[in-house]
Every structure is written in structure tokens, then in C-alpha cells.
T-cell receptor, first 115, second 107 residues
Framework: GAGVSQTPSNKVTEKGKYVELRCDPI?????LYWYRQSLGQGPEFLIYFQGTGAADDSGLPNDRFFAVRPEGSVSTLKIQRTERGDSAVYLC?????????????FGPGTRLTVL | SQQGEEDPQALSIQEGENATMNCSYKTSINNLQWYRQNSGRGLVHLILIRSNEREKHSGRLRVTLDTSKKSSSLLITASRAADTASYFC???????FGAGTRLTVKP
């Protein structure tokens, strides 16, 4: 595709439910990043993949959050036992190689609302 | 905690005026990047400046980097209403963003 895509664009769920958010990076981009952003705040780093492996997952807030990228392309962010505080826009970005050397291309985000 | 922190938090100017935003960081870097976010969704990359560069231009944008002060500034000249957005800096060190500067350009 032409850019980073994320699905769904909006997700409403109930507290305690499990959700999956999907990110399709730009073809050929080896690095993939997940962020979440609350209203009025900057993007909060969650996890960074280089290829299939999580190179840095230090931003994941707790063990309810998990992300995979099994084939080094599409990534899924999984949130178990959702809480109201998880409500935010979840942003995905990709870059040709690590952030250190290249710009990130961001997707439009998934707005998650936990009721 | 984030590496790059922007100030001011908010800036309101008239169309045609220049806007200056600042970014401070804590540790040594290889590069620093500026991004714009228009509507609370995806960020758009504006410019990357490397640690061995002091100034870089791109259209109406001018970025400076002072590694001795661990700071960078983004100048938007001849601002337009369409420049209204939030602006963020991030360093290569940890891929983290600050809270951003919310720029409002009044027509």
C-alpha cells in the first residue's frame, strides 16, 4: 500500500474485554513502532520491532499489553482485560530502517474507547 | 520519560508572522526530528537534523541544533492558517516524543 494503514479506525469495547489492533506498515520497512496518545498529550512509546523481534518493549505499561509481528510485516497489538484508562488513540509507524537514521511514517491511528 | 521536551506548550500568532518552537533533550544524540500533527491522528515528518549539523532548511521551515545546550528550535516563517497543528520533537536515542507545542495561526 501507499502508506501505513491501521484497522479498525475506531474500536469501542467494554471493560475487561480483549482487543486486537492491527498495523500494516509500508512494504519493505523493517522497523515498526507502536505508540498511544491521550488527548492533549504527545505520543507515548510502547514498543519497537526490528524485523520480527521486539527490539525495545520497555514502553508497554504492563503485562496486559502484548504485540507481535510474526512475519516481519503486519503487527498486532493485543490488550487483555481492558481498562477505562486504556482509552486512547493507538498509533503505528514504520521506517525503512531504525529510527536513528530515517523518518517514521505514521498511520492514521485506532481510537480505542473502553466503556 | 521522554527525551525531547517542547516549549512553549501553546503558541498563538497571526497569519504572516513567524513561529518559533523549542526542544530540549537530556543526553547525547545522533539526530533529532521534528513532526507535525494536524488532527490528533498520524504524525507527519517535517525535518531531520543530524548532530553534526547546526542548521537546516526546508521550504518555510528552519531548524537549528545546539548540541552544547542540548536544544533545537523550529522556525516557521510567514505562517499560514494551515500551519495550525501540534509540533513534536524526538531524538534518535529513545524514539520518545514530548507533549508538543500547539500552534494556532489566526487568519
Amino acid at each position: 500500500g501507499a502508506g501505513v494503514s491501521q484497522t479498525p479506525s475506531n474500536k469501542v469495547t467494554e471493560k475487561g474485554k480483549y482487543v486486537e489492533l492491527r498495523c500494516d506498515p509500508i512494504s519493505g520497512h523493517t522497523a515498526l513502532y507502536w505508540y498511544r496518545q491521550s488527548l492533549g498529550q504527545g505520543p507515548e512509546f510502547l514498543i519497537y520491532f526490528q524485523g520480527t523481534g521486539a527490539a525495545d518493549d520497555s514502553g508497554l505499561p504492563n503485562d496486559r499489553f502484548f504485540a507481535v509481528r510474526p512475519e516481519g510485516s503486519v503487527s498486532t497489538l493485543k490488550i487483555q482485560r481492558t481498562e477505562r484508562g486504556d482509552s486512547a488513540v493507538y498509533l503505528c509507524a514504520s521506517s525503512f530502517s531504525p529510527f536513528s537514521y530515517n523518518e517514521q511514517f505514521f498511520g492514521p491511528g485506532t481510537r480505542l474507547t473502553v466503556l | 520519560s521522554q527525551q525531547g521536551e517542547e516549549d512553549p506548550q501553546a503558541l498563538s500568532i497571526q497569519e504572516g508572522e513567524n513561529a518559533t518552537m523549542n526542544c530540549s533533550y537530556k543526553t547525547s544524540i545522533n539526530n533529532l526530528q521534528w513532526y507535525r500533527q494536524n488532527s490528533g491522528r498520524g504524525l507527519v515528518h517535517l525535518i531531520l537534523i543530524r548532530s553534526n549539523e547546526r542548521e537546516k532548511h526546508s521550504g518555510r521551515l528552519r531548524v537549528t541544533l545546539d548540541t552544547s545546550k542540548k536544544s533545537s528550535s523550529l522556525l516557521i516563517t510567514a505562517s499560514r492558517a494551515a500551519d495550525t497543528a501540534s509540533y513534536f520533537c524526538a531524538t534518535d536515542d529513545d524514539m520518545r516524543f514530548g507533549a508538543g507545542t500547539r500552534l494556532t495561526v489566526k487568519p
